[in-house]
């Protein structure tokens, strides 16, 4: 058995896929962003993230474009990636709490920087997002199929 | 191998042209005369035509037979390919029909022996 | 005129890669939970189309044969797997689309064939 190389083992009938290609990178972009904001919901209230003494920062994901070199030479956009995970460096809520068991000595607590109207707001539109690019892939299927139905 | 059009084994446009060569020898045989200034002025342009569309129909069934390395190659999309499956077919029905008007016209003129 | 058989071998033989496929990834879905497993996949396109880029004779493709591989690049999880099941999916869905597309092709050039032979005036 010989080793390959992920992902870039499927150059081939990049032309022919494209469309199904660029709708699967889609899917998995959105995927890791709707991970992140969940992420960042579960941890709202986390006001100390154990082995260290800060809070629950936010995080968010960056998207790139994909861009590869075509047959006929010409770049080409081939979809979307997550370009990295961010840490949201807005300040920590600060409320006054002397007797929360994480209150500094001026017995405030520091809550994570998370605002999870916004956090929702986002899952929504990365959810939408999500089911946009499997209807994307779908409807390829579809076409190629009718396509080739019409070659018989 | 499969030949698609060609009389006893040869490609198209050698069988079309030795077609063409007996009916021309044949005309001449049935007397010149008026015909001998306009008839054999007219045959070759009609046979330069047949042969360039011969050509070309050759040379859409040559890309055919390269139409999957074409795809694996990433050069045609799905649609493309469908297209082209398409086309190969009617090109080639198209010749095929033009073949047997030609053969039923050679037979003709063959019949009309002295 | 000549519809070359050679044509028909190589997608017979890219069919035979795309069932082989399904099965591999199908595999793939139903180890995604063995620790340790990493995920097969079956390699042919792409070793045609680096042949075909590097120039290499006509003689030299139609010698490629599908071989399953095992993916060492995809990063594997804590338990050492490295399969994803969306991804799998994703994969086997265009790797049917590439079966239709290849038969599809391959009846193309049967219709050439028969029109060729049951062709008499």
New interface residues.
């Given amino acids: 058995?010989?080793?390959?190389?992920?992902r870039?083992?499927?150059?081939?009938?990049d032309r022919?896929?494209r469309g199904?290609?660029i709708a699967?990178t889609a899917?998995?972009a959105e995927?890791a962003r709707i991970d992140v904001i969940t992420k960042n919901i579960a941890n709202a209230r986390t006001t100390r993230v154990p082995g260290s003494d800060e809070p629950y920062r936010r995080e968010e994901v960056a998207f790139a474009p994909i861009l590869e070199r075509a047959a006929n030479g010409r770049i080409e956009f081939m979809g979307v990636r997550i370009d990295g995970v961010l840490q949201d460096d807005a300040p920590f809520e600060e409320v006054f709490d002397p007797n929360h068991p994480d209150a500094n000595d001026r017995g405030v607590v520091l809550y994570p920087n998370v605002n999870t109207m916004k956090e929702m707001a986002d899952l929504v539109t990365a959810t939408r997002a999500y089911e946009a690019s499997l209807t994307i892939?779908e409807n390829f299927?579809r076409m190629?199929?009718r396509a080739?139905r019409m070659?018989? | 191998?499969?030949?698609?059009?060609?009389g006893g084994g040869g490609?198209?446009r050698a069988a079309i042209d030795a077609a063409l060569q007996q009916m021309r020898a044949r005309q001449r045989s049935m007397g010149a005369g008026p015909s001998e200034g306009g008839a054999p002025a007219e045959a070759p342009s009609f046979a330069e035509a047949l042969k360039s569309g011969v050509a070309a129909?050759?040379g859409r069934?040559d890309r055919?037979?390269?139409?999957?390395?074409d795809?694996?190659?990433?050069k045609l999309d799905?649609h493309e390919?469908?297209a082209q499956?398409?086309e190969?077919?009617i090109t080639?029905?198209f010749?095929?029909q033009v073949?047997?008007k030609l053969?039923?016209a050679y037979r003709e003129v063959m019949r009309m022996s002295v | 005129?000549?519809?070359?058989?050679e044509?028909s071998e190589?997608?017979l033989r890219?069919m035979s890669a795309a069932t082989m496929r399904g099965d591999v990834l199908a595999n793939n879905i139903a180890s995604q939970s063995m620790p340790g497993y990493r995920r097969?996949?079956v390699?042919f396109?792409?070793t045609?189309?680096n042949a075909?880029?590097k120039g290499a004779s006509k003689r030299k493709?139609e010698e490629f044969q599908p071989?399953?591989?095992?993916?060492?690049?995809?990063e594997p999880r804590a338990d050492g797997n490295n399969v994803s099941p969306?991804?799998e999916r994703?994969?086997l869905?265009?790797n049917r689309?590439?079966y239709?597309?290849?038969a599809?092709?391959l009846?193309?050039?049967s219709?050439?064939?028969s029109?060729?032979?049951n062709?008499t005036?």
């Fill in positions: 058995m010989t080793t390959i190389y992920g870039r083992a499927n150059l081939a009938l022919a896929f199904m290609r699967a899917l998995d995927r892939q299927e190629a199929e080739l070659a018989e | 191998m499969v030949n698609g059009i060609g490609a198209g129909v050759e069934v055919a037979n390269e139409l999957h390395l795809v694996v190659s990433g799905i390919v469908a499956i398409k190969s077919e080639f029905q010749a095929l073949r047997n053969l039923d | 005129m000549r519809v070359k058989a044509g190589m997608l890219l097969r996949d390699v396109e792409e045609l189309r075909i880029e493709i071989e399953i591989a095992i993916d060492f690049d995809r969306e991804e994703t994969m869905r265009e689309l590439r239709e597309l290849y599809a092709m009846s193309g050039r219709r050439l064939i029109q060729a032979i062709s005036t």
